[in-house]
């Protein structure tokens, strides 16, 4: 019997595995096992050094049926493979913008009104709500490409909001990882995001946060501003869609998307 096999079956009488242990009973890779540490679904128990696997909690998520052990993401150069039926901040902005024929405008006496509250402002913005169309695009299921058609898988089930939402969550997660990593030399983005539940929670919090921001459709043009008395001055109006008038849930839409984003 090989060493690995005895310190295997020492450690199963133990009740605990290291990951890597438990990589090899489950039949894939270690970032495969700390990926369902990070979502929770295995618990994130910890000696001195690194994260172990309790025996019973191993055997009650095979119990289980092994949820989402199959759905690892792809991986390509130490970060996940873009998806097929994903749909990039830049295109999903511009199919929303194609779909805001009617947007509200802004009276003039709104924006005198905006501009006398803060006069220095070059940028004087306000909050429109989205026009029924952009509505109906954003909850329209994804549709499939010609290359995945072809590839002949099933298309997952996911709204064309929900992909650009995972798509983003990706965009964001990778540039807060890189932050995190600076100065910790030779650990992966993806060892960083699977390395604790809390750390995974962590980072996934605050994408979650700013995609808020980062996915809202701005529509911006410069207005000449009446003053009264012949006064005129320029100023560029931003008409701003929030992320949250789009979605009929937002936090149900940001949890269909954090499963297909890791």
């Not at 990589?23 to 495969?32: H, I, P, Q, R, T």
């Not at 993806?190 to 700013?210: I, P, Q």
């Not at 529509?219 to 560029?236: K, M, P, Q, V, Y």
Request: hydrophobic fraction near 40%.
């Amino acid at each position: 019997m090989r060493e690995s096999e005895v310190t295997t079956m020492m450690q199963a009488r133990t009740g605990i595995f290291s990951v890597k242990q438990a990589a090899e009973l489950l039949g894939v890779e270690s970032l495969a096992v700390q990926r369902l540490i990070g979502l929770g679904l295995l618990a994130d128990n910890r000696n001195a050094k690194e994260s172990v696997v309790f025996a019973a909690d191993l055997e009650r998520y095979i119990g289980q049926g092994s949820p989402s052990l199959s759905d690892m993401p792809a991986i390509r150069n130490g970060w996940f493979r873009g998806d097929e039926w994903f749909v990039e901040r830049p295109s999903f902005i511009q199919q929303m913008k194609n779909a805001s024929e009617g947007i509200a405008d802004v009276r003039n006496t709104g924006l005198i009104s905006a501009y006398n509250r803060n006069c220095h402002a070059k940028k004087i913005h306000f909050g429109v709500q989205p026009t029924s169309e952009m509505i109906k695009r954003f909850r329209s299921p994804v549709e499939r490409t010609a290359a995945y058609a072809f590839s002949g898988r099933e298309l997952p089930s996911y709204t064309l909001g929900q992909s650009a939402i995972a798509a983003e969550l990706r965009s964001v997660a990778a540039r807060l990882l890189d932050r995190k990593r600076n100065g910790m030399a030779g650990e992966g983005r993806l060892k960083s995001l699977y390395r604790t539940r809390e750390g995974f929670l962590d980072v996934t919090g605050r994408a979650a946060e700013r995609i808020q921001s980062s996915l809202s459709i701005d529509f911006s043009d410069n207005r000449s501003l009446d003053l009264g008395r012949s006064a005129t001055i320029e100023r560029t109006i931003v008409r701003s869609v929030s992320l949250e008038s789009l979605s009929p849930n937002l936090n149900a839409d940001i949890d269909r998307a954090m499963e297909l984003a890791f």
